[in-house]
């Protein structure tokens, strides 16, 4: 397939940017913060850890980067500016715009994706990352109505024209909209939910169509393909899977793991972890071996969980035999 460049680079569908195949999402970096009374955070954070967590997946091949400026409410983006601080040239850095926040109280205060505040945004982001240029710019409202995402298009459009971002995308499993915006020259990807328990196969078929990158947010369902979490774990108040997290949370009910999904990952265990992968590894692994064109971003809060996620780099896709295994034992359920 044209879109896959060896077997450990992307490219950023037909844009001229190549990436590592895997990425990593920056929002459990940007710490506690809320949306309305609802925690949309991952809990506490230490930005140091962050920082160096950040070095070690660079040092380990890792060269893409995913955040938003809401996440922490530019915390996220601060962070990640300070991490990638002399290697920008080295980084390609997503991050997204749409929401309107308060940096002193971390919380979420609105939407906006006027011109003026598309444009105020990227500035913003800009400041906060330390880049001049910015290489993904995402729309991060779930649903816009065609004439609303027209027009921020026609912004985005502006945008690359000016040198300001070099492509852009959409944060969304809305079909009309993802569709709405594959259309457009500038776009680059599509950003959807993509794990084992949760496949996107109306996402990737436009993908196909369009010539686009299909970026996977919740690889590892939320932690729960990770398999540290068992039937009796309970998620603090503070973070976004806990029993105050906002009701569109997937993966986890009332601050703990849905038990279907933890007796599906028992029953996978075998196959993900074979060829030496750990759990996390194979499930990174199924998303490659599901489309040429998927980029996942596995979170990380450790020096630890971003090198396991970069090392599964080393091992690449699953084979289309273990494919089919999963698929039967799903099937099976």
Same mark, same amino acid.
């Given at each position: ?11 950023? /569908? ?28 991952? /809990? ?52 997204? +715009? ?32 330390g880049l001049d240029r910015i ?8 649903? =816009?109505?065609?004439?609303?995402a027209e027009a921020v298009a ?9 040198? =300001? ?9 809305? =079909?009309?909209?993802?569709? =709405? +915006? ?14 084992? +328990? ?83 590894? /194979? ?15 596995? /979170? ?34």
């Amino acid at each position: 397939m044209e879109n896959m460049v060896g077997t450990a680079r992307r490219r950023l /569908g037909h844009s001229d940017i190549e990436v590592s195949a895997m990425g990593l999402g920056c929002w459990a970096i940007g710490g506690a913060w809320s949306w309305g009374d609802a925690p949309v955070g991952w /809990g506490e954070t230490d930005d140091e850890e962050s920082i160096c967590a950040i070095r070690a997946a660079i040092d380990l091949g890792v060269d893409f980067f995913d955040t938003a400026d809401v996440y922490g409410c530019g915390r996220s983006e601060r962070v990640l500016g300070k991490a990638i601080a002399g290697r920008a040239d080295e980084i390609v850095v997503a991050t997204k +715009f749409g929401n309107v926040f308060d940096e002193e109280t971390r919380r979420w205060t609105g939407e906006d994706i006027s011109p003026a505040h598309i444009r105020a945004a990227c500035q913003a982001s800009l400041r906060r990352l330390g880049l001049d240029r910015i290489d993904l710019y995402q729309l991060h409202i779930w649903s =816009l109505p065609q004439a609303q995402a027209e027009a921020v298009a026609e912004t985005l459009e502006e945008l690359v024209a000016e040198g =300001l971002i070099r492509a852009y995308g959409w944060s969304t499993d809305d =079909l009309p909209c993802a569709r =709405l +915006f594959a259309a457009k020259p500038g776009c680059a990807s599509i950003q959807n939910d993509l794990n084992v +328990f949760k496949d996107a196969s109306e996402i990737l078929t436009i993908c196909d169509e369009h010539d686009l990158a299909s970026i996977n947010r919740a690889p590892l369902a939320m932690g729960i393909l990770s398999g540290k979490f068992g039937p009796d774990s309970k998620l603090p108040e503070n973070d976004v899977r806990g029993q105050l997290g906002p009701e569109w949370v997937q993966f986890f009910k009332d601050g703990r793991p849905q038990p279907e999904l933890l007796e599906k990952v028992d029953a996978l265990r075998e196959v993900l972890t074979s060829n030496g992968r750990t759990l996390v590894q /194979g499930a990174l692994a199924w998303i490659w071996a599901r489309s040429e064109r998927t980029i996942p971003i596995p /979170g990380f809060k450790s020096v630890k969980q971003a090198e396991e996620n970069a090392r599964a780099l080393e091992f690449g896709p699953l084979t289309p035999a273990q494919m089919s295994q999963i698929a039967e034992i799903l099937a099976g359920d």
